[in-house]
């Protein structure tokens, strides 16, 4: 257990909702990353934040928006779900940075827009 | 754009092998290089975290090696066992993170 947890598990919208997730990072940690993971691929970075600021972004478009509360809990949002974006979507939390910090991922939330 | 390839896509072998993932990444500017394990529909398990400036670390039967220069990484399982089935992966961070598409491994009992 990384204690990184999201909510919910899974999830069922369809094209044209809106949807927000939520992700708990580990005690200590104050970066939050995100990332969509379709079947079979590899998770893509979406992206980050830090100290409630966003740091860094993947290549998704801006309805794909996130913040991040004081107490480095995050939610991931997404306006005007296509069917595309049905995936399973993680969050991980480091210590500073992504990129130079080992990060612990959650268990992920199910996304299917039907 | 930073590219990361994993060969193969799927193994599998024996219960007690030794075994070899393979990582490659196309951009050798980086600042570490993580491998992961995911599980079925899970989340993933960071296993080792090899720094730019390191050549391998090692945790338990995992031995991890980075070759930043030809833009290599291997990872290798000793003794393996039925838990090991997974799907690991391998991600490099620059200014942001890349994963490859992972290696599914079974070991047979």
């Known amino acids: 257990e990384t204690g990184v947890t999201q909510s919910p598990t899974h999830l069922i919208k369809t094209r044209g909702q809106q949807v927000t997730l939520r992700c708990s990072s580990q005690?200590?940690?104050?970066?939050v990353s995100w990332y969509q993971q379709a079947l079979g691929q590899g998770p893509q970075f979406i992206f980050q934040y830090y100290r409630e600021e966003e740091n860094g972004r993947g290549n998704f478009p801006p309805r794909f928006s996130g913040l991040q509360f004081p107490n480095y809990s995050s939610e991931l949002n997404v306006n005007a779900l296509e069917l595309d974006d049905s995936a399973l979507y993680l969050c991980?939390?480091?210590?500073?940075?992504?990129?130079?910090?080992?990060?612990?991922f959650g268990p992920g939330t199910r996304l299917t827009v039907l | 754009k930073q590219e990361v390839t994993q060969i193969p896509a799927a193994l599998s072998v024996p219960e007690g092998e030794n075994l070899v993932l393979n990582c490659s990444f196309t951009?050798?500017?980086?600042?570490?290089l993580q491998w992961f394990r995911q599980d079925p529909g899970k989340g993933l398990t960071s296993l080792l975290l090899i720094q730019s400036s390191q050549r391998e670390q090692t945790s338990g039967r995992l031995n991890a090696s980075l070759d930043k220069s030809s833009g290599r990484s291997t990872l290798y399982i000793a003794a393996s066992q039925p838990g090991d089935s997974a799907t690991y992966l391998c991600?490099?961070?620059?200014?942001?993170?890349?994963f490859g598409t992972g290696t599914s491994l079974t070991v047979i009992p």
């Open positions: 991600a490099v961070t620059g200014n942001q993170f890349y």
């Open positions: 991980a939390s480091s210590l500073r940075s992504a990129t130079r910090d080992t990060q612990y």
């Open positions: 005690s200590g940690h104050n970066t």
């Open positions: 951009d050798s500017a980086i600042y570490n």
